[in-house]
């Protein structure tokens, strides 16, 4: 009489109790008013799916990796960033947690920031016009931190391609642009627009164009409207690094031997091998992670001593593809039941 042999999938700390992330690189860019944190080289779990928490308190900007995903049975390195808007001026602490499934939250490192040095945040230009208005003229708005300078008709190069800067000295901002188009024999009017971040609340004056339109003044009442995560990455799964190897279990009385599956974590194909040594009736299932049988590779009845390869691609039943994620390959004979973890990854 064989002894059932049952294995036991459990889901907290895997792999993920004091894991190691020497490889973990953080730094941060600036575009506009958006700041990007980039998280490179972090290894975690290979089916992991990350959103973002952040918080402000104060200078300390927390952000935590929370993964979503599936726990599954390797390990692997992706590639994170997160982009916030709505930051306030002032010298920061960014601290970078993750809160990863069967782990306690760990702290991979932290940054200083220096936010709030004036900078554009946007710019627009028209078409060449046909026509233009009698004079060219700058109007100012103002959003919250945020002052956008609206320029009508100036007669510029046709081809036109500026590149704005702002500097900000006592309670004057000083614009400049430059056209880093290239030079050509002839000129028209454009309808341009840029807007520059952040300002504290204050009142100033703007001098541009060495005043040519004047030193109109504008009032900045407000910060702006909040702290909000503009973009969000996760690259793909690379280089896997470790892979829980299955026991490679003799079945009582050596009935089944060998049972393997390679490659595995597999793309398109895995090609399973098994040896038996008795005439056993055998059905070759696999199931999803939660139990489900997705389909029967083989039912044989009385099969005879041998070495066995049983080809596998991915397939439900139907044909159909299967997403990523593990699936249990099971082989049934009578009471007994062996147990083995398969990774598909696309």
Known sequence: M?????????????????TCFAQDSLYTSISNDTLTIHHTGTERNCAALFTWDVTVVENLITVTEVDTGDQVWCMCYFDLQVSLTGIDPGTYQIDVWSDDIGSDPILHGSLSLDWGNISSTGQQESE?????????????????DTLALFWNTPMLNCIFMPVWSGWLNADT??????DTGPPVDCICPFEVEASFAPFQPGSYTLNFWNGEYGYPQFDIASLRDGLEISGEYQSPCYNITTLQNEVNRQLPDEVILNISAY????NSQTNITFRILDSIDLEIQILNIDGTRVRTLRNLSQTQPGYYEIPWMGLDYKGNSL???????????????????LLLLK
């Open 2 to 18: 064989h002894k059932a042999i049952f294995v036991f999938l459990t889901i907290c700390g895997l792999f993920l109790t004091n």
């Open 128 to 144: 060449c016009l046909n026509t233009r208005d009698d004079t060219s003229y700058v109007e100012l708005s103002v959003n919250g």
């Open 173 to 178: 901002f000083y614009v400049t642009m430059v």
């Open 263 to 266: 490659p595995n974590p597999f």
């Open 323 to 341: 997403s990523s994620g593990v699936y249990l390959l099971v082989f049934s004979f009578g009471p007994e039941r062996s147990v083995n973890r």
